[in-house]
């Protein structure tokens, strides 16, 4: 009887599986020597040994099969050869023919960008371009060494020819837990094109909703440490996400993809360490309730001193007082410790310009204090200055000259920006109160960070090794100031910087369009990309999103759903007594009918979060609270302010209350936010009249 496709993709499976058995068997014990050789090859056996056991667990996800064409015209192709892909590459046991290859490698890239047609397909290779013909794109779910699914999303001269999209769906489908995965068995082209951009340059990426930035940019990583093996290290790296709960996130893709070692942090954290914690945060908390607990009208967004703060004319004044500080520190009188001894300032200059040349300011400076130094002692010994009154002198008027050559510290220096003589004229009066009243205390509020951070670098440098490569989360929360502080920590532009114009709730600190950015860096140094296609959330989820966005002004562009229709999105009145049961009777619905892992239930501002968590523990239910400064994010039934559900996703959201008192016209980003959040089933509750944002909508 003949084999069915399954049959033999198993078999195949089975083989190989066993040949990676054998080869761990193979690796033997831990070397604990001293000898440096053995030491090495003992490292080599270890990180083959990690591949060896990612691709234990799910060996491959897909089959291409592929066709090369020759180079010189008039040779015939060959037969075209399956080449199986997964996380890690595998050769075979003791041979160096591929089991399986990486998805990073080079041929595998046809796997992502193959978008069907007869057309010939290609790739670069290290050798050159490559082309052929794709005659298969098979996609396998492989689980305890079985295949439980296998999908032909195509098969040269059948059908439209095009690439399906079954395999996706059905994963886009699946239910979530409380952390972010993987996607390489359903990266999709414009994804691809992204995780393989070249190094040197400052990416740009606008997204929608769901459409995969956090996801691309983390395989970026993976592709980036593989392709630029020796010259980039995952130490070097780093990623900047929002907050330490959407960190934990994250945190499981990275070592998914095999990649160890990464940096994850905030920029607030990133910016206290380089500060060695001269300063403490003032609580973030506060200004996440002054600016979502209570209504805050343009005007007073836009005169916010997160924006002041962020500006690059407030960097063009800190640069004014830093070029100032530089020319004040060259003494210009000469420096007589003793009658006879002078040092002149001529002699100075020439150490301070000549000598530490490329230092930063402040390392300028005390290096030349320390010549001074050495320059007096060094006279006081050539001279056989013994006399123990005139060395103490000599000593005293040393001091006294140092004294006077400026020093500062980040803090000093910024402190006096706001305060006395030496304050900035342009600052508005009230951020100078505060700021200052605030600093004194010993805190410093997020919005003060990046211009210390900046002061830091500029006088004292980076003590650490510069970035390889940075990757910044949720971007269009960033002022420009502070991307602008993080460009200083590398030596040439290399960063993935993410987010999405349309989710920028955050406006009081932000950035208004792209270019606010990308106008850092020089001409040539940036690229740009949009993802519009947003993989999360069903049709009808996403298509209501759109609607609530409709409404604004200023280049909106609607997300564009995969074809993944589900329950319709409902809006529910209910009356003030009714609403708390409302929310509960939902919950309890959904959680009856079994078919979600992640429920979430999302509330304007952490008052109302507080008191729907109360009831529904009252309930019975076992609901946790997620509150700004959370490390972590369990999954299950969470209730989540709407601001701080940003970059999270959940199987069911319910939107607690979606009425005018809570979601004015100028909330659509908000509101947006949270209903993007979910992947299957979304609720509206709404009590009183229903926000603007949805009047004409027919629901
Ligand atoms: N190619 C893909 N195949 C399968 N799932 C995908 C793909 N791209 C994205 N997803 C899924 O879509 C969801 C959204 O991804 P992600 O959180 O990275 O998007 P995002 O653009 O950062 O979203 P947001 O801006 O809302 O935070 C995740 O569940 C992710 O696994």
């Not at 399954?6 to 831990?30: K, V």
């Not at 990180?47 to 064409?69: I, T």
Request: glycine share 8%.
């Amino acid at each position: 009887m003949q084999k069915t496709v399954q049959q033999e993709e198993q078999e195949r499976l089975d083989a190989a599986l066993r040949d990676i058995e054998e080869q761990l068997r193979g690796i033997g014990p831990r070397y604990t020597g001293q000898d440096f050789t053995e030491q090495m090859l003992d490292l080599q056996r270890e990180e083959r040994k990690n591949r060896l056991e990612v691709a234990r667990k799910e060996p491959y996800f897909g089959r291409l099969d592929f066709q090369e064409l020759p180079q010189n015209t008039g040779v015939n192709p060959g037969e075209p050869k399956p080449l199986y892909i997964g996380k890690a590459g595998v050769a075979r046991n003791g041979s160096n023919e591929l089991l399986v290859i990486d998805w990073r490698a080079p041929a595998a890239s046809m796997y992502y960008s193959f978008t069907g047609g007869d057309d010939p397909a290609a790739y670069s290779s290290p050798d050159g371009d490559v082309s052929g013909y794709v005659h298969l794109k098979r996609n396998f779910m492989i689980r305890g060494g079985e295949i439980v699914r296998l999908v032909d999303s195509y098969i040269r001269g059948q059908e439209e020819g095009g690439v399906s999209d079954e395999f996706l769906l059905y994963r886009l489908g699946e239910n979530k837990d409380n952390k972010l995965r993987d996607i390489v068995s359903t990266i999709q082209g414009e994804q691809d094109k992204i995780i393989r951009a070249e190094r040197n340059k400052a990416l740009f990426i606008q997204g929608v909703a769901g459409s995969g930035k956090t996801t691309v940019a983390l395989h970026r990583l993976a592709f980036l440490l593989y392709q630029y093996e020796g010259r980039i290290r995952a130490e070097r790296m780093i990623i900047f996400a929002p907050n330490r709960m959407f960190l934990d996130y994250i945190s499981g893709v990275l070592p998914e993809l095999g990649v160890g070692d990464i940096g994850q942090t905030t920029f607030g954290d990133w910016a206290l360490e380089l500060l060695e914690h001269s300063v403490q945060l003032a609580d973030p908390s506060e200004t996440m309730a002054y600016w979502f607990e209570e209504r805050r009208t343009i005007e007073e967004i836009e005169a916010s001193s997160g924006r002041w703060k962020g500006s690059l004319a407030f960097k063009a004044s800190i640069d004014e007082r830093l070029a100032k500080l530089q020319e004040s520190i060259l003494p210009d009188a000469p420096f007589v410790p003793l009658e006879g001894f002078t040092l002149t300032p001529s002699m100075m200059k020439e150490w301070y310009e000549t000598d530490y040349g490329d230092e930063t300011v402040m390392v300028k400076r005390d290096r030349l204090v320390s010549r001074i130094k050495r320059w007096l002692e060094s006279e006081l010994k050539h001279r056989g200055v013994a006399d123990k009154k005139k060395r103490s002198a000599a000593l005293a008027k040393l001091n006294s000259f140092v004294k006077r050559i400026p020093s500062y510290t980040a803090l000093q220096l910024y402190a006096s920006l706001y305060k006395g003589k030496t304050a900035l004229p342009d600052v508005p009066k009230a951020i100078a109160k505060t700021t200052s009243e605030r600093l004194q205390a010993g805190y410093a509020a997020a919005e003060d960070l990046a211009p210390l951070a900046y002061i830091h670098l500029k006088l004292y440098g980076l003590a650490k090794p510069p970035f390889d490569h940075i990757v910044i989360d949720e971007a269009q929360d960033y002022s420009p100031f502070q991307l602008e502080a993080l460009r200083l920590c590398q030596r040439t532009p290399s960063m993935t910087v993410l987010g999405d114009l349309q989710q920028g709730i955050h406006a009081y600190a932000g950035i208004q369009r792209w270019s606010e950015l990308m106008d850092l860096f020089a001409d040539g140094d940036t690229d740009f990309f949009e993802l519009n296609r947003s993989y999360r959330s069903t049709m009808e989820i996403i298509d209501f999103a759109n609607y609530i966005l409709g409404g604004m002004t200023g280049g909106v562009k609607p997300a564009v759903p995969v074809f993944r229709s589900g329950d319709p999105v409902t809006a529910v009145e209910t009356s003030d007594e009714g609403w708390l049961p409302a929310v509960s009777e939902t919950v309890k619905e959904w959680k009856a009918a079994g078919g979600f892992d992640t429920i979430s239930v999302v509330g304007r501002t952490a008052k109302e979060c507080a008191e729907i968590h109360r009831y529904l523990l009252a309930q019975g239910l076992e609901a946790s609270l997620v509150q700004s400064k959370q490390p972590t994010y369990g999954g299950g039934l969470t209730v989540v302010p709407v601001y701080l559900s940003k970059g999270l996703e959940f199987d069911a959201v319910l939107i607690a209350d979606a009425g005018r008192a809570n979601y004015d016209a100028i909330d659509a980003k908000l509101l947006y936010v949270g209903c993007t959040r979910a992947l299957h089933k979304l609720k509206l509750l709404y009590r009183g009249e229903r926000t603007p944002l949805l009047e004409k909508w027919q629901g």
